[in-house]
């Protein structure tokens, strides 16, 4: 550039710098009788380094100007003389912040800490963390809504969609429809077919473990091995009866053109490692399938993970074929199935925990805790018992009828393929029977689960501990605490102890829901037990 005449200089606030002259030499190849070097030579000299700073107002203005290419418009009419903050969002009765709605609110992240006034700010608790969702104005104020880090969980499952290009991009039939998504161990599912000139076959948008059976008609064909990469398995030469797959990206071929329904047993999603555990599974969706919304470890409650990983490891599987469906859709079945909960905590990490009995209690609420507004303490309708629990198991993605089956199916085989639905029935006994509970309550209710579970033994398992659990009489009760403001959340256990509803010495029960108003200093919460 060229130095003005009259210059107009500003400091320059900085912490410190590193600026320097820099020099590239060469070392001379040539060799001598004496073992020396015959020269360094110098090649190049550059200046660079840079400077540290803290941001301040005006300081850098001229310098984020230039780095993108602009100038900066006319400031927002922003004065902190007319601007304050209440409880649930800025006053501005003197239209301070009428510019800045100009501004994009939706999904930035937002921290809040809740302290005493002189309190040091390392001493507060941290409240709540998520994303804003957009702001509402009216002509005395500005007030953001905020909602929890769901956004991304919201959003569709399957990130990647067919281009309709060929090859792993499918045919123009397949274009714009969604990848498949599966884990664990699937049986008889329908894969999306690619190409009908090759017979090419997906099943998982992605490295997958295996391709244990492919049927045609039921009857299974042979196994003509794995191929290394997608390149070799399309330049491979087809045989009849046959199939080969590609595990890098979940693909398989056939031989010939498939005489009836095409259906494949495979086990799912194994990208660095293999998983079919709930936990597992949930785990490697937020984590690595939900495209540039993907959770880090630091978003996971990796401790509570951990114990729903070692109170249940019944392996399970799940496909979604080209269907659509949302990330949460496929953890609330998840979880549902195996009676377990999932939410984010206040410091926005992912959790997920067992229903189990309340036990070990982290806090009492008693009557002096009790605010008597709205009411004060409701105990709802008590939920009536189950009777009886029928969880499903073992999942037949294509259910065939007896004349979509080959002849030379095997009996047993065949009996899998007409098979639609199989459960576990609960066997419990004393209390939790199903002659012991329908005597004694005239409404009591038979539950069925929607399941993931490979095998029986689990699903019989979840289905006695269920009825151990849900064939009790359980309780519902509404509590506004005095000093409950982020005091409690989902999933924790509380000590409930007054002299009413038998809740005398104190009934352990868990928090299910909490209604919090900051402006008003108040806390309902929900129990259950």
Not at 162 to 171: A, D, F, N, P, V
Not at 299 to 311: C, E, K, N, V
Not at 453 to 481: C, K, N
Request: hydrophobic share 35%; net charge negative.
């Amino acid at each position: 550039g060229t130095t003005p005449a009259s210059p107009t200089f500003a400091n320059f606030r900085a912490t410190g710098e590193t600026m320097g002259l820099s020099k590239s030499t060469t070392q001379s190849a040539e060799i001598r009788s004496d073992r020396q070097v015959s020269d360094l030579i110098a090649t190049s000299f550059s200046a660079g380094g840079g400077f540290g700073f803290e941001l301040s107002q005006d300081t850098y203005d001229d310098f984020f100007a230039g780095a993108l290419f602009g100038s900066w418009s006319t400031d927002l009419g922003i004065s902190v003389a007319t601007i304050s903050a209440t409880a649930s969002g800025f006053d501005d009765s003197g239209n301070g912040l009428d510019d800045i709605i100009r501004l994009d609110w939706d999904f930035r992240n937002v921290r809040m800490w809740s302290g005493n006034t002189g309190q040091n700010f390392k001493d507060f608790t941290k409240v709540f963390q998520g994303r804003t969702d957009g702001v509402s104005v009216d002509l005395t104020g500005l007030n953001i809504r905020l909602r929890g880090p769901f956004t991304a969980i919201d959003r569709t499952l399957q990130t990647s969609f067919y281009t309709g290009t060929g090859g792993l991009e499918g045919s123009i039939d397949n274009k714009g429809n969604p990848k498949p998504k599966a884990w664990g161990e699937n049986k008889n599912a329908s894969p999306i077919l690619l190409d009908a000139a090759k017979n090419l076959y997906q099943t998982h948008d992605g490295q997958i473990q295996s391709i244990d059976k492919v049927r045609d008609e039921g009857d299974p064909l042979t196994d003509a091995g794995v191929a290394a990469d997608f390149a070799t398995l399309d330049a491979w030469t087809p045989v009849a009866g046959q199939y080969k797959s590609c595990l890098s990206c979940g693909v398989f071929r056939i031989g010939d053109k498939p005489q009836g329904k095409l259906t494949v047993d495979f086990k799912g999603d194994a990208s660095g490692t293999y998983v079919n555990s709930t936990s597992e599974v949930i785990g490697r969706i937020v984590t690595s399938h939900l495209g540039a919304d993907n959770l880090a470890a630091s978003d996971i409650d990796s401790d509570s993970f951990a114990a729903l990983s070692a109170a249940n490891t019944a392996p399970i599987h799940y496909y979604t074929g080209s269907n659509p469906i949302t990330a949460r859709e496929v953890i609330d079945k998840l979880a549902t199935a195996i009676g377990a909960i999932w939410y984010f905590s206040r410091t926005g990490a992912l959790t997920v925990k067992r229903v189990e009995p309340p036990l070990r209690p982290t806090a009492t609420i008693m009557e002096a805790n009790i605010s008597s507004r709205g009411g004060g303490l409701k105990r709802v309708t008590p939920e009536q018992p189950t009777y009886e629990h029928r969880i499903r198991w073992g999942v037949n993605h294509t259910p065939m009828s007896e004349n979509e089956i080959a002849p030379a199916v095997t009996s047993v085989d065949r009996e899998f393929l007409n098979a639609g639905e199989r459960y576990a029935v609960s066997e419990n006994v004393g209390d939790t029977s199903e002659a012991s509970v329908r005597s004694k309550f005239r409404k009591a209710r038979a539950l069925q689960i929607e399941s993931f579970f490979v095998a029986e033994s689990d699903a019989q398992e979840e289905a006695d501990r269920r009825q151990a659990i849900w064939g009790l009489p359980r309780h519902r009760y509404t509590v506004p605490v005095t000093d409950g403001l982020f005091a409690y959340w989902v999933g924790d256990v509380v000590s409930l102890d007054l002299d009413r509803f038998g809740l005398s010495g104190g009934k352990n029960l868990l928090v299910v829901s909490v209604n919090e108003n900051a402006k008003q200093n108040q806390a309902t919460v929900e129990l259950w037990g």
